[in-house]
Each structure stands twice: as structure tokens, then as C-alpha cells.
């Protein structure tokens, strides 16, 4: 089942800037996920990022996590042509399902 | 990490026929389980394959029409039954090695239903 919403849908950006989405759950978690999936193949994990963490990074990547907001954020930095691809944050609830947001499709133009 | 393959990749079926997609994994995991990603969408949460025992569904997904069979820790099938034309998704298999930890996805099986 669906719990969040991603921001924004759609991200154009040009290679070397830096790509920033958002995502925002529901209810409580145990983690956060971030995904990225290349033209509707499998999904590839990015990063997990606990409840009781901050900020992590992971490379080129960096998430945060607000807890008292609901919400997390994924930068890529340095964008290259490659990073083109839908990003997904899914929130793994107390419950223990993982639930999945809307996505966001970031282009990189070369 | 874990190595997931899933058969077949991708087919096309006529409406009212049955597709069963398997799922293996390079190594015994403790949970496995099954997706549905319609057109332009994200991914939806269909069952939990228990190895040993009935599947748990998701609110929206029933027995009948999305069965599934797991007989060891290292392998899992999704039939999508009495297919139609709104069956048409990409139907990933994911495993957690353990509770709250990261799961992993396979490549997924595109299907179109005509």
C-alpha cells in the first residue's frame, strides 16, 4: 500500500548540478528506503536510514530523515547522465511492511 | 546483499489465461515477497510468501486470484489468474534477510495481458 507522497513527480536537471526530492509518510517508522529503478526494471536500493539517524550518506548520496515531520529527503550531487532514473522512498512501518511513494522521475540532461 | 532472478522477464498473455512467475534466490531468506508495479505507477504490496504455510494477502489481493507457493527458503511463484487487460503490470519479487532490514528486489516480469 501506497503511505507517502514524493516531490516533486518530475526533476530535469543538468549534469553537475545537484538533484533534491522529497518524500513524506504517514505513520510511524523502523526505517526509511530509498530506491532507484532504470526504465520500469528492478528496483536497486540506494541507502536505509533508521529512525534513530539523522542524516547519512553514501557516496555522491545523502538522506535525511525528520521524524517529527514524516519526511526525508534524497541530494544527489554532481548529477551525471546515468543518475536518469524514477527514485523512490519507501517507509518501513512498525508494522513491518514497507510501503512505497509516488516516485519521482529525475532526468539528466548531458 | 542477495542475487535474485525471477522467470520469465517479460510476456504477453490472452485475457482469461493464467502466467505463473517464479522467483529464486542465491541464498535462504527469511521473507519473500511479491509486488505489483502498474503503468506509470509505484509499487503496491500484493502478499507475503510464508515458506510452509498460506501466503499473507493484502487488502485488495486475494488467494484466488494472485496464488503463491512457497515451498523452501530460496524459492517462490505468483500465478495471476483469469488474466485481463488490467493485470498488465511488472511483478517484482523482493527478500528480507531479516525484519527491518534492507530489502532486495529482482529485475521483474513485465506483463501485458491483450
Known amino acids: 500500500s501506497q503511505q507517502g507522497e514524493e516531490d516533486p513527480q518530475a526533476l530535469s536537471i543538468q549534469e553537475g548540478e545537484n538533484a533534491t526530492m522529497n518524500c513524506s509518510y504517514k505513520?510511524?517508522?523502523?526505517?526509511l528506503q530509498w530506491y532507484r529503478q532504470n526504465s520500469g526494471r528492478g528496483l536497486v536500493h540506494l541507502i536505509l536510514?533508521?529512525?534513530?539517524?539523522r542524516e547519512k550518506h553514501s557516496g555522491r548520496l545523502r538522506v535525511t530523515l525528520d521524524t517529527s515531520k514524516k519526511s526525508s529527503s534524497l541530494l544527489i550531487t554532481a548529477s551525471r547522465a546515468a543518475d536518469t532514473a524514477s527514485y523512490f522512498c519507501?517507509?518501513?512501518?512498525?508494522?513491518?511492511?514497507?510501503?512505497f511513494g509516488a516516485g519521482t522521475t529525475v532526468t539528466v540532461r548531458a | 546483499s542477495a542475487v535474485i532472478s525471477q522467470k520469465p522477464s517479460r510476456d504477453i498473455c490472452q485475457r482469461g489465461t493464467s502466467l505463473t512467475i517464479q522467483c529464486q534466490v542465491d541464498?535462504?531468506?527469511?521473507?519473500m515477497f511479491w509486488y505489483r508495479q502498474q503503468p506509470g505507477q509505484s509499487l503496491t504490496l500484493i502478499a507475503t510468501?510464508?515458506?510452509?504455510?498460506?501466503?499473507?494477502?493484502e487488502s485488495g489481493f486475494v488467494i484466488d486470484k494472485f496464488p503463491i507457493s512457497r515451498p523452501n527458503l530460496t524459492f517462490s511463484t505468483l500465478t495471476v489468474s483469469n488474466m485481463s487487460p488490467e493485470d498488465s503490470s511488472i511483478y517484482l519479487c523482493?527478500?528480507?534477510?531479516?525484519?527491518?532490514?534492507?530489502?532486495?528486489f529482482g529485475p521483474g516480469t513485465r506483463l501485458l495481458v491483450l
Open positions: 536510514i533508521r529512525s534513530n539517524e
Open positions: 541464498s535462504q531468506v527469511t521473507m
Open positions: 505513520t510511524s517508522i523502523n526505517n
Open positions: 510468501a510464508n515458506q510452509g504455510s498460506e501466503a499473507t494477502y
Open positions: 523482493s527478500v528480507e534477510r531479516a525484519r527491518g532490514e534492507t530489502q532486495y
Open positions: 519507501a517507509s518501513f512501518s512498525n508494522d513491518y511492511k514497507l510501503s
